[in-house]
């Protein structure tokens, strides 16, 4: 060893002192220890953390759901546009998340113009009225239920009792245009979420939630109105605008749309 004298280092820890060919510095105290001492842990590092910043998350961003008891977390921001409030996708609709917006209340100092906002609001959503024909709208749709409840496609986990059968005739514009396919979903969804599950199902693209000038709707067979995407089926059914076993039209449109020609999907 007295040939090369300046070979090596001796460990700083006290009781160690022992030469290493291969000296490690702690980053933190930058102090010399051999190969048994050379993490923060093994020589008692006082230095280690106390000094060390806490680097800024670069990574993806995830938005949280403002839906009480929801966990979940989107890429992309998805914002009510009458609460102003992000949720997920589940949650996005006012019914699905409960707006606090959804029942807007009248008072008698509105301005004329705030009125005129209202009862324009009001007419969109408002469940359109029966047409002549129903009873024998009903009745087609009871006898194509019980074909359809033999080979219509859906979440198997929803409950028979809860279960509400439709043939939906696909956009005319989409690549699986073809034969009206027989699904079927929960009687308590909304029109928006039946929209959302229906393109799933179909392998149709929805850009309901993208910045695209047409979104996908749904429309009554019977007379080609526009279901609104916050109306919950259950009520649709209690009113009879839609028939459990009946025909609906997902086509995709532009928001001033509120009807379709039936005439074009038969």
């Known amino acids: 060893m007295a040939e090369f004298p300046n070979l090596g280092k001796h460990c700083s820890l006290e009781g160690c002192?022992?030469?290493?060919?291969?000296?490690?510095?702690?980053?933190?105290?930058?102090?010399?220890?051999?190969?048994?001492?050379?993490?923060?842990?093994?020589?008692?590092?006082?230095?280690?953390?106390?000094?060390?910043?806490?680097?800024?998350?670069?990574?993806?961003?995830?938005?949280?759901?403002?839906?009480?008891?929801?966990?979940?977390?989107?890429?992309?921001?998805?914002?009510?546009?009458?609460?102003a409030k992000n949720?997920?996708?589940?949650?996005?609709?006012?019914?699905?998340?409960q707006c606090e917006k959804l029942e807007e209340k009248k008072t008698q100092n509105k301005t004329a113009e705030h009125v005129q906002q209202i009862l324009a609001n009001k007419k969109v959503h408002e469940i359109p009225k029966k047409p002549r024909g129903k009873k024998s709208s009903k009745t087609a749709a009871k006898v194509a239920l019980m074909k359809m409840k033999l080979h219509a496609a859906g979440d198997t986990k929803i409950p028979e009792f809860d279960r509400v059968y439709f043939s939906v005739v696909l956009p005319g514009g989409s690549v699986s245009k073809g034969p009206n396919k027989p699904l079927?979903?929960?009687?308590?969804?909304?029109?928006?979420?039946?929209?959302?599950?229906?393109?799933?199902?179909?392998?149709?693209?929805?850009?309901?939630?993208?910045?695209?000038?047409?979104k996908l709707r749904l429309f009554s067979f019977d007379d080609g109105s526009?279901?609104?995407?916050?109306?919950?089926?259950?009520?649709?059914?209690?009113?009879?605008?839609?028939?459990?076993?009946?025909?609906?039209?997902?086509e995709r449109v532009t928001d001033d749309v509120t009807s379709v020609n039936v005439e074009l999907y038969k």
């Open 226 to 250: 526009l279901l609104p995407i916050d109306q919950n089926i259950d009520t649709l059914l209690t009113n009879e605008t839609i028939f459990n076993g009946g025909t609906v039209i997902l």
């Open 17 to 83: 002192k022992q030469i290493d060919f291969l000296p490690f510095t702690c980053e933190s105290c930058q102090q010399v220890f051999c190969l048994d001492h050379k993490f923060p842990d093994n020589h008692s590092c006082s230095k280690f953390g106390a000094e060390t910043p806490h680097a800024e998350y670069t990574g993806t961003k995830a938005y949280s759901c403002s839906f009480t008891e929801c966990d979940s977390r989107e890429l992309m921001p998805v914002v009510c546009e009458k609460c």
């Open 87 to 97: 949720f997920c996708l589940r949650h996005r609709h006012q019914n699905d998340h």
């Open 184 to 214: 079927f979903f929960s009687k308590t969804w909304s029109v928006g979420r039946v929209i959302d599950v229906a393109a799933d199902r179909t392998s149709i693209t929805n850009t309901n939630n993208t910045g695209s000038p047409q």
